[in-house]
């Protein structure tokens, strides 16, 4: 275990914590460029720190607490649909 609270839950002690598109990738298990089509899609919250969101590589990060929003926002709360079988046939003679 570890005194630094920054490792304990993800968040750092004095406010929330910013996560890079990698590191939102890794959390979700998905791809970075994934975590880019839903932050330039607007699913997905972030702030760009570059100079200009339209410079040629922009650069963003994520708030901790957009991602859990993101992931409750996503959850399933039903059950999967079942397949319903269609009956067979009858053959007519």
């Known amino acids: 275990m570890t005194d630094d609270p920054t490792e ?11 996560l890079t598109p990698s590191q939102v990738a890794e959390r979700l298990s998905c791809s970075k460029d ?10 997905l919250p972030a702030v760009c720190i570059s100079k ?3 410079s040629r590589k922009p650069v963003f990060r994520v708030r ?5 929003r993101f992931v409750e926002g996503r959850m399933v709360r039903r059950p999967a649909r ?3 079988r269609r ?4 053959r007519i003679v």
Do not use: K, N
Request: aromatic share 6%.
């Open 87 to 90: 009956p067979p046939y009858e």
């Open 8 to 18: 304990m839950d993800g968040r750092a002690a004095d406010g929330p914590r910013m």
């Open 64 to 68: 901790f607490d957009d991602v859990d």
């Open 34 to 43: 994934l975590v880019l089509d839903l932050i330039h899609a607007g699913a």
């Open 82 to 84: 079942q397949i319903l």
């Open 52 to 54: 200009s969101v339209r």
